[in-house]
């Protein structure tokens, strides 16, 4: 044989050997079709299928054996009719169902083994014997016999017997029903037909037979029962039956109390009323003093002190006098239909059974027990309990005596011990008492379950081995400040049967137990406390992360105004708390949705071509407009909004989106309008969570403010730029084209006097010269101003110089400068301190009207100061700075660099403006 196959065969047949219910794999495929070995292992295969089949089949026809057994046992204990199963030889009892149980008062175990005879009336043993003598020869029988139960009481019942095979030997079946009551129905009706065959043929009314033929049915009424009799004619005269019970008159004119029930009938041929009269004077005057005999024992049984309890043969409360109520704290109403074991402390329900066994027996019981309130408080009580006869059955009669005070010490004692029990037993914390050595010598049920361990395992064991190695340590320090009148408490790790660590709390006191010093441990296994806790460091980890992404958010936008790197940096500050597969900030423009930025798997330069019509949008752009957030967990759903987006991508969903699974939509949106959206995406289901959703929204409208402020900022530019035009416009035409003009006019002079007195022309060229000159420095400081990059070129000595050239030759100000070498400091502080010096020349010739302005820049080890001093008409300089004046820019620009504006001015005494920039804080 192959050795291959043989090999295969020998690892199925091991696998079989091992778990014959599952069917192992048989690897035919691995071989030729047709060939030895796949034939070898198909019919291997097709034997452990047929195996398997028959397995089952077996399985089920056991199962259904057991189905068909337990619905046996299920009948035979449900039904309502004694059930019982004898020996057909000795003929005693082998079986019985609850109900033949309780018909005939025995329990169970009792009623084993009884003979059939026993079952019966000694009158009825005859009859038995026919029975039996009949069953013997496998027959059917059904007769009526007389019972007798255990208390010695018979009772009717209709009996049914057969014979059959019981465990494999021939039994008899006995289906018993008590008919009592059907029997003294039956007799009551006898005794019924015999009443009222006496009372038709007695002279009730006291006349004779001729006397009372003919007279009125009123004749034999007293005079207030007539309306009864009118109404019971009209009754019979519409073909109903009446019944009524009223005072009968004599011929005497003595009263009695009747009975009577009249009908319809047809007396030779015509339609008659039939009255049946009966007498019941004296049941009325039975019921009477059974009424008086009632009241009064009603009245007794109210007023006496301790609690009357009658219940019937099941347990049940049937009537209770007021002081039991009271006693068990229930309302009468609640009381009645209780089982005594409702109101008997479960450690007393053996006494119970005691009970029902001495009074069945026909004695009284007297003891003591203890019953439970309603309020579940448990009291001491004193019981006598007979059986008496109550509504015409068997009754109990519990007497209950509360004996609380009598046994009050007692029970003290008893509860402190029960106390320390329950609470130790009960405690949801492991309790372990150990000796001073370190061993378990008691532990609670609690113990028992949080280390693994059966009672039984966990006494003698070492503490040592109930504690995590790395805490060992531990153990003998606990013990000694047990030992030093020490308590201890500790935060460590315990180890289960299964070697499993778990966090504890431990808490260690001294402790007395059967007169030895021991240490009491309570410990709180704190495993959902330590996981509560590192579940809430780690939110707390989420949560500051997602601040911090926020707020370095918040600040980006707040300190830039590029848009382009901003929005990046909100995609990628998104990442860290919301994972995206893709992610995009689309804006309206016009009556489309167009890309601003993205992050993902698909090209930029591909989606910036894209455009979305709003009106394509459908319920997306109607849900984003009314500013909710859309979370799509699955866009392939056939849910509205899903229909919406995959209407809204086109073709895109099979090509660009192809890998999309789930959706969310952000609304970007300001001053209550929507201006755009922001768009996560994922190639999984279910990736999104409203939570993620309110950290988007957060993030969105941080995206809003930062579109909106590089709008504004590119309007503000082109503002500036526009403004900027106008005002070299402005001094092209004060003060360069005034020049040209004059330089025209100059040449134009000279030209004239060159011709007619050419010793003229100096004057007038020395003013081309000098129009020219100043024509020259207000270009330069005007391209200056045109091309701030000069400012890094040539440095600020020079812008500073050519500033104030210009302003001489602008507006004819005499311009002192007195500039230091040129500072080194970065572009930008050379910047704001241009525009310091600018703004403050600006005040000069605007509004100080000065004919003359020192320009003083100098530089310490500390700082560099810039000084811009007229002689101008001045101002109050404690008052508020006029908003026209340009003073807060220039603040506003110093404390930027961190320096201090000083501005020292009176009016009619000029104006000092000094900037002092620390040196250190600007490199």
Known sequence: MNPAIQDTLLQLFEHVRQDPDTLPTVPVDDWQEGSIEWRLLSGFQDVLEQLQQRTLQSTQMEQQLRDQESLYHSAFAASNNGLLIADNEDGRIIEVNPAACTMYGYTYEEMIGLQGTDLFDPDSHPQVEKITSKLSLGGFVHAQLVARRKDGTTFHTDRQATTFTYK??????????????????????????????????CNMFGYPYEEIIGLHTSALTVPEYLPVVTEALETIISGDQYHAKGLGLRKDGTMFHVEAHSTPFTYKGKPHLLGVTHDITERVQAEEQLREKEEQYRSIFEATTDGLIIRNMDGFVVEANPAACSMHGYAYEEFLGLHRINIVHPEHHALVAEYMRAIQAGHTFQGQAVDLRKDGTAFPVEVRGSTFMYLGKPHTLSVLRDITERVQAEEHLREKEAQYRGVFEAASDAM??????????????????????????????????????EYHYLVPESIQTIKAGGHYQARTVDQRKDGTPFPVDGRGTPFIFKGQPTVLAVIRDITEQVQAEQLLEQRVEDRTRELSSLLEISHTVASTLQLKPLLGLILDQLKTVVDYTGSAILTVEGEDLVFL????????????????????????????????????????????????????????????????????????????QAIGMLVLLSSEKQAFTPHHATLALAIANQAAIAIENARLYEQAQE????????????????????????????????????????????????????????????????????????????????????QGAALHARHDITVQTDLSAEPALPLKVKQELYRIAQEALHNTVKHAHASKVDLRLCQTSEAVILEVRDNGRGFDATASFPGHLGLHSMQERVKGLGGVLQIESAPGQGTCVRAQVPVHDTM
């Open 168 to 201: 494999g030997k021939l039994h008899r079946l006995a289906i018993v029903r008590d008919v009592t009551e059907r029997v003294q129905a039956e007799e009551q009706l006898h005794e019924k037909e015999e009443q009222y065959r006496s009372v038709f043929e």
């Open 597 to 672: 930025d993205n992050r993902g798997p698909v090209p930029e330069a591909q989606l910036m071509l894209l455009r979305f019509p709003l009106k394509n949008l459908g319920l997306i752009w109607e849900t984003i407009t009314s500013r909710e957030s859309i979370i799509m967990q699955d866009i392939r759903k056939n849910t509205p909004l899903e229909r919406a987006f995959r209407v809204a991508i086109g073709d895109l969903r099979k090509t660009t989106f192809h890998h999309i699974r789930a959706c969310m939509i952000i609304p970007l949106t300001l001053k209550e």
């Open 432 to 469: 372990v008492i150990t000796n001073l050595d370190g061993f378990v010598i008691e532990a609670n049920p609690a113990a028992c379950t949080m280390y693994g361990y059966t009672y039984e395992e966990l006494l003698g064991l070492h503490r040592t081995i109930l504690t995590h190695r």
């Open 719 to 802: 503002l500036a730029a526009l403004e900027e035009r106008q005002r070299l416009a402005r001094e092209l035409h004060d003060s360069v084209s005034q020049a040209l003009y004059g330089i025209a006019l100059g040449a134009h002079t000279a030209r004239t006097l060159l011709d007619r007195d050419p010793t003229q022309v100096a004057e007038p060229l020395d003013y081309v010269l000098s129009l020219a000159e100043a024509g020259l420095a207000e270009m330069r400081a005007l391209i200056f101003e045109l091309r701030p990059e000069s400012l890094e070129i040539e440095g600020l000595v020079s812008a500073l110089t050519k």
